[in-house]
Structures are given as C-alpha cells and as structure tokens.
C-alpha cells in the first residue's frame, strides 16, 4: 500500500550541478503533480501531468524540467541547481477524472539544499 | 490579495477544547474545497473534502459558505494528536490541476 514514493528524500547539491527527484504511484491514477513548498508561502506547482503523455507548466516552472515517463512515474530535473531552488518538493497524484472532488494524494517529500 | 488566505495562528488550546478555523478564498469559480493536515515535516494529509452542505468526521466539522467565499474546520474535544498544521486547499475546477493552498494555521493542543 505504497501509494506514492518519492526519492531521495534528501539531497545536497552545489550551485550549477543537475539532478532528477523520481517520483512513482501505484494508484492507476491520471493525474501527477510536482510542488515546492516553502516557509510562508504555501505549496506551489512547478509543472504538472494531466495525463500520460502530456505535461504543463505550473506557477514556478524556470528552472526545471518534467518527464512524465508512463502512468505510474513522474520525475522532476533540476538542469542548474541554484540556491533560489532550495525547498522541500512534493509529488502528489490524483485520478484526474473532471467530475467530483480530485483528492491529490502526496509523496513524503524530498528536502534539498543548494550551496 | 492571496487567492487563498488563512491565519497562520498558532491556536493554542488546552485539551478537550473546541476550536475553529476559517479560510477565504478569492475565486468565486471555485469548484472543490479540501482540509489537509500537514505535521511536521511531513507530507500533506487529506484530513476531509468539504461538501456544500457542511459534512462531519468524528470530532471534525467542516462547513462551505459559497456567498461570503470561506470555508470553517471545527474541532471538536481537542487532543495532543491534532497538534499540527492545517492546510484549506481549493480547486478551481477549470481543469483538474488547479489547487490552491494556503499556508496553513497551526495548531498547538496543550496538555
């Protein structure tokens, strides 16, 4: 009953270096999310997947990039890694259906620092 | 103005106490209202989805008023446990992608 897993749960990085935070659900749903979340300022959407095969930018997208790899993986890269994106991120899915209330259900978080 | 707007608190209540929260919301196409509950450094719970007409979990009540654009959480016999953050989420319904959060009050259950 995994739900969805998020990995690595922490990292450091030094400004300018890449890296990729994977992301997998085992719920068959639709719909994936990637969000940062820092003090004050509420969970924000960096890009999201409507469904397989399609992805859109949220309210804070520079900076990274998306690949949603089938219906169950959602990976999130950080091509330059700078200060700025020193955050706790969370993935979340949800089933994506357009009628009733869309739970989005969330991933532990991963927690990264950038020198 | 914030699309979603909470008071951060802290609430501090002694146990068995009765609080409220109230969050507002700007959008008036606003389509599905959620309370999550976030502890520390933790990951986002569902606490309840809210229903336009008011609906209840246990010690919890959850009310929508969509003319004044608020939503309330009651709790009801405050516990140790339900020391956290509590997170009015908003969907805005145009396409299923469309949350918005709040920052959150916190919440402090004293012994």
């Known amino acids: 009953n995994a739900g969805v897993t998020q990995t690595p749960k922490f990292q450091v990085l030094k400004t300018g270096q890449s890296m990729t935070l994977q992301c997998a659900q085992d719920?068959?749903?639709?719909?994936m999310y990637w969000y940062r979340q820092d003090p004050g300022m509420g969970l924000r959407l960096i890009y999201y997947?409507?469904?397989?095969?399609?992805?859109d930018k949220g309210e804070v997208p520079n900076g990274y990039n998306v690949s949603r790899l089938n219906k169950r993986e959602f990976s999130l890269r950080l091509e330059s890694a700078a200060p700025s994106q020193t955050s706790v991120y969370f993935c979340?899915?949800?089933?994506?259906?357009?009628?009733?209330?869309?739970?989005?259900?969330f991933g532990a978080g991963s927690r990264l620092t950038v020198l | 103005r914030k699309e979603v707007e909470q008071d951060p608190g802290p609430f501090n209540v002694p146990e068995g106490a009765t609080v409220a929260f109230n969050c507002t919301y700007s959008?008036?196409?606003?389509?599905?209202f959620f309370w999550y509950r976030q502890d520390c450094r933790k990951e986002p719970k569902l606490l309840m989805s809210?229903?336009?007409s008011g609906n209840e979990d246990g010690r919890f009540t959850a009310q929508l008023n969509r003319a004044s654009q608020y939503i309330s959480l009651l709790i009801r016999d405050s516990k140790l446990s339900d020391s956290a953050t509590y997170l009015c989420?908003?969907?805005?319904?145009?396409?299923?992608?469309?949350?918005?959060f709040g920052t959150g009050t916190r919440l402090k259950v004293l012994a």
């Open positions: 979340a899915s949800s089933e994506g259906r357009y009628s009733g209330a869309n739970v989005l259900t």
């Open positions: 719920m068959n749903h639709n719909s």
């Open positions: 997947s409507a469904s397989e095969g399609t992805t």
């Open positions: 959008n008036s196409a606003s389509q599905s």
């Open positions: 809210v229903y336009s």
């Open positions: 989420v908003v969907n805005i319904g145009s396409g299923t992608y469309k949350y918005i």
